[in-house]
């Protein structure tokens, strides 16, 4: 049985574990805890060191979904997640514009610990406070390059175009590479 | 969609980046340590501003920019009671006293003053309305925000240089092994003194800020002067380990494609 994984990243509640709940085949098996910091308290649980959803392709092909802690102290859990990973997606609260720096520094991260393609998640674009992400898209610094889309992480449609974005990103990138 | 948020996440110089960027029509309400300021664009040039209960009409804006002298200043209150900036300065155009030229730069200097003190907040909150427009009385001028944005620029340039420099405040301090080096012979200012009273490889600098009562911006300014002096180093985390494997299995790139492919084709059908 081959496995391949990609990462689900971003910053504190961003929406990663329901992004990988929404797809996941499996029950996401989840490390989430209650939130002991005050500031922190926007929900009432947090990931702690990772969640894991699982897709199979085919008979000998499995993708793995993991999801880092958003909180910054569990950072120390990103590299290794990080290793091996097909690609990764950043999820963005739309609604909390002061997550946005954070989030541009943990794109920054992953993009140092693998040059892998990745996708940003502009996550909660039901939500009347959501920001336009062609404006978010100036807020975050991202080049027009980088591929910013608006996402529902409840919604099983949208979260599947994302990852079908992000491996159309891996193709291309195989196609342009050399032998 | 909505564009608002906090000016300790979201600096003045970004939003107005951002306004200039995507061309924005509308006004910027911003509520901070100064009051509620309001600053319309239109297409992503300023307009229009104004900040707190600041008289910001035509004659008081003359008078500022010393156009007009305290007796007609006086006067043109008083007759700006009954009539609009607009008319008004019509009137003064039509008569002589000014030229439309010198209506328009006053104006320009007057709003870009406004929009400069909001770089001095550091607090507060924002947002941006895409229908609010200014009063239809007064007189709306266009300023492109670029030489702003950069004023802007360089006021944070101090900060972005000594964050930088002194990346994190939680690594700690040690001196320099600079064997003949005398403290006692160095001319150090209070706060200077009060943070090397501290220094000790236990020690993270946001403690020492902390004990000493300095915010970040106080305690770096501290802290790179005692660097560029050489009396200080800052003791920096281990370097990060080696680059994690490669994702794809090292096979030919033709497999590699199958693979995403078969991904692809699965993802589809979910």
Known sequence: MQTVKMVVTGPFSAGKTQFIRSVSEIDVVSTERKISAEAEKIKATTTVAMDFGRISIDDDLVLFLFGTPGQKRFDFMWEILSEGMLGFVVIVDSTRPETFREARSILETFRAYAPTPYIVAANKQDLPDAWDVEDMRYALRLDEKVKLLPCVARDKESVKNILLELLYAILEELEQSKD | ?270
């Open chain 2, 1 to 270: 969609m909505a564009l608002k948020g906090n000016l300790r996440d979201f600096t003045i110089t970004q939003i107005l980046n951002l306004i200039n960027l995507a061309r924005k029509t509308g006004t910027l309400v911003v509520e901070g340590p100064g009051g509620v300021a309001q600053v319309v664009f239109r297409e992503g040039k300023l307009a229009y501003a104004q900040i707190g209960e600041e008289d910001n009409s035509l004659a008081a804006v003359l008078h500022r920019s010393k156009k007009i002298n305290p007796a007609q200043y006086r006067i043109l209150k008083e007759r700006a009671n009954q009539v609009s900036d607009k008319e008004l300065g019509l009137v003064l155009i039509n008569a002589g006293y000014i030229t439309q030229q010198e209506v328009i730069n006053a104006l320009q200097q007057y709003f870009s003053s406004v929009v400069r003190r909001l770089f001095t907040w550091a607090e507060g909150i924002f947002h941006f309305d895409n229908d609010a427009q200014p009063p239809p009385d007064r007189i709306s001028v266009k300023v492109s925000l670029e030489n702003l944005i950069i004023e802007g620029s360089r006021q944070l340039r101090e900060w972005a240089q000594l964050q930088e420099e002194i990346p994190s405040l939680d690594m700690a301090l040690k001196f320099a092994d600079r064997p003949g080096t005398n403290l006692k012979n160095i001319q150090l200012s209070v706060e200077e003194w009060r943070v090397v009273s501290y220094i000790h490889p236990k020690n993270s600098m946001r403690q020492i800020a902390q004990t000493t009562k300095m915010n970040d911006l106080e305690i770096r300014r501290v802290v790179y002067s005692l660097l560029q002096a050489g009396l200080v180093e800052i003791i920096r985390p281990a370097a990060p380990a080696a680059q994690p494997p490669v994702a794809l299995p090292m096979v030919n790139k033709t497999t590699q494609k199958s693979l995403v492919q078969r991904l692809i084709n699965r993802i589809r059908t979910l």
